[in-house]
C-alpha cells in the first residue's frame, strides 16, 4: 500500500514537472509539500486529490483560497474535525499555500449517477432552488457548472456522500465555520432533496457553452421571482458576494 502510494506519487511528481515544463505558469511543488502528501494526505484524499472513499472530500480542482481557508480553520480549531484537525495542527503558513496550490492544480473528476431520474429532481433543485420551501437555486452562488468562484467551493464532482454528510452538519450547524449562508440554504432542504442534489452535483462536470449557461440563468429569473432578496441572476463572483450579503441581511431582518 506504502509502495503504491509512493510510486503513485512519484508518477504524480513527475507528470507536474512535464506539466511545468509545458506550462511555466504551472505550480512548482516543493519537496516539503510533496512529503506531506505522500505521507498523510494521500492515505484519505488520494495522491491526486480524487479520494478513492466516498466519505472523504475530493480535493483535485478545488479553488486554492478555499483549501487555504479549511485548512487554517481545521488548524485554529474554527471548523471542528475529528481527522483534519489533528492532520492541520503543526502546518505552517506556507506549507498549508503549498498544498493548496497542489491539489487545486489536479484535474477533476465526475462519475455519471446511476439512477436518471432521481438525479433529475437534484438537478431541478440545483438549477431552480425549491420556490415552494424557499431553497434558492444552487447555482445562483455556486455557479451554473457548479465550478464555485475563488470565495465558494466547487461542488461539481464532489462525492455524492461527502456532499450529504456536509449538508446535514450545515443543517445541525455541526459544520462549525462560516456555516451561516449554508445553513439557512440546507435546513429548508428534505432528505430527497438532500441525496437527490448531492447525487446530480456528483455527475456534474460538463462545461456549458456560454449560450446554454445565459439560458439556464434566465429561466428561473423569469418562472421564479427572486426570493429574500436573494440575486438568481448573478454572473460573477462580485455579484455573487452581493448576493450573498443580502441573503444574510434578510436572515437577521
Ligand atoms: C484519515 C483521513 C484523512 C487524512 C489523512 C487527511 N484528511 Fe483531509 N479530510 C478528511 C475528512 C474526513 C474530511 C471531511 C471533514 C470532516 O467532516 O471531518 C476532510 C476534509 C478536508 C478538507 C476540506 C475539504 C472541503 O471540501 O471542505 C481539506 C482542504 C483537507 N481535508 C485537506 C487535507 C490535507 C491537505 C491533508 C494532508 C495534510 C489531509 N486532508 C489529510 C480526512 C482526511
Ligand atoms: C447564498 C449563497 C449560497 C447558495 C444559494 C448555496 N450555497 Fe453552498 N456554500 C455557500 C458558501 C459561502 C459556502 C462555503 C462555506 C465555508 O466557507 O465554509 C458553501 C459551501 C457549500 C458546501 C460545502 C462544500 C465542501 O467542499 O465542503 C456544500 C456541500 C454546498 N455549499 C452545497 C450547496 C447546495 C447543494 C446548494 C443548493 C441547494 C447551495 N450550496 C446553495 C454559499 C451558498
Redesign the pocket.
Known amino acids: 500500500m506504502k509502495a503504491r502510494v509512493k510510486s503513485s506519487l512519484a508518477v504524480s511528481i513527475s507528470m507536474i514537472s512535464l506539466y511545468a515544463a509545458a506550462a511555466p505558469s504551472g505550480p512548482v511543488v516543493s519537496p516539503r509539500v510533496a512529503e506531506?502528501?505522500a505521507s498523510?494526505?494521500?492515505?484519505?484524499?488520494g495522491p491526486e486529490g480524487e479520494s478513492a472513499s466516498a466519505?472523504?472530500?475530493?480535493?483535485a480542482a478545488?479553488h486554492p483560497d478555499?483549501?487555504?481557508k479549511?485548512?487554517k480553520d481545521?488548524r485554529d480549531g474554527r471548523?471542528?474535525?475529528?481527522?483534519?484537525?489533528d492532520?492541520?495542527k503543526d502546518?505552517k503558513d506556507e506549507?498549508?499555500a503549498g498544498?493548496?496550490a497542489?491539489?487545486a492544480s489536479k484535474k477533476a473528476a465526475s462519475r455519471q449517477p446511476g439512477d436518471v431520474d432521481f438525479a433529475g429532481v437534484g438537478k431541478f433543485i440545483f438549477q431552480r432552488g425549491n420556490p415552494y420551501s424557499g431553497v434558492p437555486a444552487c447555482t445562483s452562488c455556486h455557479g451554473v457548472n457548479g465550478h464555485g468562484t475563488q470565495q465558494l467551493?466547487r461542488l461539481a464532482g464532489?462525492h455524492p456522500a461527502?456532499l450529504e454528510?456536509?449538508l446535514k452538519?450545515f443543517t445541525k450547524r455541526e459544520?462549525t465555520n462560516d456555516n451561516a449562508v449554508m445553513h439557512a440554504v440546507a435546513a429548508k432542504l428534505t432528505e430527497l432533496e438532500t441525496r437527490a442534489v448531492a447525487i446530480f452535483i456528483g455527475g456534474l462536470q460538463e462545461h456549458l457553452s456560454p449560450f446554454r449557461q445565459r439560458r439556464l440563468l434566465a429561466r428561473p429569473k423569469k418562472q421564479t421571482p427572486p426570493k429574500r432578496g436573494l440575486y438568481f441572476g448573478a454572473k460573477s463572483s462580485n455579484q455573487v458576494d452581493i448576493s450573498i450579503r443580502m441573503f444574510l441581511s434578510q436572515l437577521s431582518a
Open positions: 506531506i502528501v498523510r494526505c494521500a492515505l484519505c484524499h466519505v472523504y472530500p475530493r480535493l478545488q478555499y483549501i487555504a479549511q485548512l481545521f471548523r471542528k474535525s475529528d481527522t483534519m484537525t492532520m492541520a502546518m506549507e498549508i498544498l493548496a497542489y491539489f467551493p464532489q461527502y454528510i456536509q452538519e459544520r
